[in-house]
């Protein structure tokens, strides 16, 4: 075991200036799309029994996740994982916990099949979109396609990018991290938390194993539920930290309901040590300084 944490630590610290990256500022949008995309992802005929949309899970209000431990889909059907953020989900090299899917659009239309989740149909979803005259307007068509309504939506999630978190602008040199932060960040990178959790995203760009010290008992929706391979036991794609401070519950199955709970279960499970109190505070104060700008503001808040 301690070879094992010292190799992490070592990892840790001949990479750790080179894996960080800020988000940008700005990124190419098709901002008509993005429109058409807006009023897709609150419309709640993009369900099957017209009780929610893309936004009951993925809620503006709490980070763009959703702040139950497991969603609640059509028919009151509970889901089996954690709903993520979408923010910033552009960066990510693949989407869902166990990486099923490589594109937006391929998410998008998991999720409008999947029958826990939206239920729906292609030709139910273009039947209704086709109703009214104000998406008509938006596409400016005269027949909109399910493909339209998958670039749409995936082009507006696109634009759900956060840019200068201070964390950003730390790594800019536009500002300092104050001692707490500056410490947090420092023992990231020397326990090997940065390992796993790089790049852009600080995450989202790898699959790694949940419980490679101690057996983490929960691990439902994993990869190997996709490739039934026993390597692939309790492997997910690495989450995205980025606004961590906004996204709670935390892991897949939603277990934690604090940022300093987690921190604690993933020292335990993932690195097999204990971390004292002001360790988890210092670790927690870095975390929440990748809360970025959230550009696009729902217009009730």
């Not at 995450?203 to 391979?229: L, R």
């Not at 606004?243 to 020292?267: C, E, Q, R, V």
Request: net charge positive; with cysteine; proline share 3%.
């Amino acid at each position: 075991m301690k070879k094992v944490i010292l190799i992490l630590t070592l990892v840790g610290f001949v990479f750790a200036g080179d894996l960080t990256t800020p988000i940008p500022r700005k990124i190419d949008i098709n901002n008509e799309l993005a429109l058409a995309g807006k009023e897709l992802f609150f419309d709640k005929a993009l369900s099957y029994d017209k009780s929610l949309s893309c936004a009951s899970c993925h809620n503006p209000k709490y980070g763009w996740a959703d702040n139950r431990a497991k969603s609640i889909g059509v028919k009151n059907q509970i889901d089996d994982i954690n709903t993520p953020t979408v923010l910033n989900s552009i960066f990510n090299f693949r989407q869902f916990w166990n990486g099923r899917v490589d594109t937006l659009q391929k998410q998008l239309d998991d999720t409008f099949h999947n029958p826990i989740e939206m239920a729906m149909s292609r030709s139910l979803i273009e039947k209704r979109i086709n109703y009214t005259s104000k998406y008509k307007k938006l596409f400016n068509k005269e027949y909109i396609e399910y493909k339209d309504v998958l670039d749409a939506i995936s082009e507006f999630v696109k634009s759900l990018i956060t840019p200068d978190s201070k964390f950003d602008k730390f790594l800019r040199d536009e500002v300092k991290l104050s001692k707490k932060e500056r410490d947090g960040y420092k023992l990231f990178k020397k326990i090997g938390c940065i390992t796993c959790h790089n790049g852009i995203n600080m995450g989202g760009n790898s699959f790694q194993k949940i419980g490679t010290i101690y057996k983490f008992e929960d691990c439902v929706g994993d990869k190997f539920s996709i490739t039934k391979k026993e390597i692939d036991r309790c492997v997910f794609k690495v989450p995205t930290l980025r606004n961590i401070a906004l996204t709670a519950p935390y892991f897949h199955n939603g277990s934690s309901k604090t940022l300093k709970d987690a921190i604690i279960k993933m020292a335990h499970f993932n690195l097999g040590f204990p971390l004292d109190k002001e360790e988890v505070e210092n670790i927690e104060a870095f975390l929440k300084t990748l809360t970025g700008e959230i550009l696009y503001r729902d217009e009730d808040e």
